[in-house]
């Protein structure tokens, strides 16, 4: 369901085609280099330099690369303490780079999924622990004493038998000379003897962020450099007739505009029929300034060829949905038991249908790209989440060898899943390419409103049957979704093992898929960001309609305590239940509210991680609604790395989430948005925003990611709340309040 | 055209169209990149820069209209007692994700605390909420101004 290039490189993060070992080296000037290499030996230390996981150099300054790429969730800060940890580091000591692509060295260089706690969080380890494994050889050696009697703190080697110490960096020579150790040898820390894991630690560039110093991919500037505006077809699916090239060409500023024809129609078509990341057909203009490119776009005169897709709207996608309702689902998803007999023969059936609409990303840095393509090489700066998937791109579509194409990743103004996807580099390098000088290329707000790989809308009936004790004994569910001959779109699908669906003995799950041009991706928490709303939206109704308080109801049908299917090792009822617990404790669940007043509540097995959350929020007569405040109960493992970042992203899930509930929704008109800036599509801001609590449920479990997995409940919650306040179940999104009103 | 515009102190030459917003000719003429392009419309806030002392939003302000202006930018904030307070506040409570709206969010906070020592949590919404973070920080943000007051009594 995610975008095959993403799946692709995860697949290679869990079954490597290559053995990955430890390699320590010599660098220039006596300095220490130490990286998981997993093209074996035959690498030297010159040609890994730039890459080593670890240097550590005379002075003891230790730098540290963090191999994937950083979006805001805190990956330079985390990858780097969790080397530092084993390596028992000096934290003042140590520098953050941020790694190039480099396939040969890293696997997994990507920002997606919540992935970069679980798979990093044990070879980055190991990666210090072997550091400092050398440095001890190094020092016993030298002192003709045992390694074992030899121990470390902050950067230095102790000897307290004989009081003898060495820092690092008079080490880190004479340690260069060995041999990595096998990891199988090493031992690593008890936790409980963690000095920088574990420990609030600011963000390794938030003092640059507060005085502005350039990092992001839109401040990048190289020798020679022009700039570039990118105007594609606002209808999706169409491409350039005409335009009136020559105009913009005299304007002021403005070096060369063309047409662009755009690429294959494979790539156009990989994803379920949609539009997919590819080079779209549009008219670049390239000017001395980005001012001067753009200002010559509003003197742009186009014939488009609009496509097929030229008549999409929301009524006309609404009204197909319609149609599909009153066929049977034309994809099986689930059928166990006998859904339509257990049906018939429930003491009480439920039903309702549940729409979502379209979102887009809006990260705001808008989506950009330097590059620099000549004598055919690429050289990349971008801010991207997947730039092993932007090198394919632009190798496949502009013919460039992959080796001969270089990524530089810089910090990115938010990703949330929009810079999985690498249109604007293979546009900045067909640019770059064209006019023979590296460019920048600058997306307009409404470029990036316009041209987003949306989070799919869609639709779901559902029918439940309760036995006579109000347990639910069937679900029937049909979904419209989107997609092509069976095949969903980008994010679009749903699975089989979708909760509730283990634990009702009839269970059908059924789709419909409506064929349209819309790009369509990942957003954060792709599938459940939607799904989840729909699930326990539709479980607290069951949960009224048995007469019975929601949060027992949840935990009853949770059931006994086992491994459902579900994502990595299977969806746990116990810690599903354990967050529930919590999270009823820190909301003071059950307590006497005043009139208008609800608590909701829910919960999710989300990317590895579990969360419930309770919202206690009002509805005026006139249907103003007012969130109080969201709880949040989360259980990622048994241990935060950064609890400073850690924290800041369970906040930015909850606000997320808000701005899905409150105010976001992309609506098409003509085959294309009618929204073209953040206006009508608004991230929540300062005064829709509640007091928060967040708590981590440490369960005996592999530390995991927190970049998705405290979102998605929080749109049940505040609706349910809703409904335990007033009496109205909000059953469309966003929130319309004239529909709360008495 | 030739405009000489006073930035964080200094005057500055630049040769730029009329009609060029402020937001580019910071960035783009004079290097300065510390102040952010969100929306080119004046909704998101991230192009926040002060002008005579007052936020103002710099993708809307031509530099045909700056005159003799004084501008603060991010780059030159530290420059004032309060705008160091709320840039340390910033980093004591690690406000950032992404980080790229804190520019704007910083520069709109100086100018609050600059006006009002001591805002209440009405205050602090009032003169925030102009300002998009796409990765909901506001939260930290709101705990950031309070410790940067704090500071100041």
Redesign the interface.
Known sequence: MLPTELQRVMEGVKHPTRRAVLIASAAAGGALMVGWYAVGKDRTAKDGELNAFVTIAPNNAITIVAKNPE????AKTALAMMIAEELDADWSHVTIAQADLDTAVFKGQYAGGSMMTPENYLPMRQVGAATRALLIKAAAKQWGVAESECSTDKSVVYHRASNKSARYGALAAAAARYEAPDPKTLVLKDPKNFKIIGK?T??I???R??????I?G??V?VPGML?AVFQKCPVFGGKVKSANLDVLKKM??VKDAFIVEGGSKEVFEAEGGTVSSGLLPGIAIVAT????AD?ARKALQVVWDEGPYAATSNESLAKEAEALFLKPATLSLRNTGDTDGALKTAAKVVEARYDYPFIAH?????QNCTAHVANGKAEFWAPTQLPEAARGLVAHTLGIELKNITVHMT??????GRRLMNDYMVEAAWISKTVGAPVKL?W??ADDIGHDFYRPGGWHQIKAGLDKDGKPVAWKQHFVSFGKDKKFASCAGLSPDSYPAGRIPNVVYGASLIQTGIPMGPLRAPGENALVWVFQSFIDELAHAAGKDPLTYQLELLGKDEKLPGRGDGFSTARSRGVLEKVRQMSGWGRSLPPRTGLGVAFSYCHLGYAAEVAEVSVAKDGALTIHKIWAAVDVGRQIVNP??AE??C??????ALSHVLNQKITFANGRTVQT???GH??????Q?P??EVAFVLSDNNPTGLGEPVMPPVIPAVTNAIFAACGKRVRSLPIDEKTLAV | MQYRLNVNGTDHSVEVDADTPLLWVLRDAMNLKGTKYGCGAGICGACTVHIDGEPVRSCLMTVSSLGTSKITTIEGLAHSPVGQRVQEAWLKVDVMQCGYCQAGQIMEATALLTRNVAPSDSDITTAMDSHICRCGTYTRIRQAIKLAAAKEA
């Open positions: 979006v805001g969730q805190g609030p600011v963000g560039d938030s003092a962020i507060v005085k502005g110093t350039p992001y839109i401040d500037t700039y002021a500023g300034s980005w001012w001067q200002k809006v990260t705001l840095e808008p910090r990115s103004g938010g990703g949330f600058l307009s707000r400073m970042g800041n992203q906040q930015g899930g909850i606000v997320d800036n953040f206006d608004m991230p929540v801001t300062m005064h925003v007091p928060m």
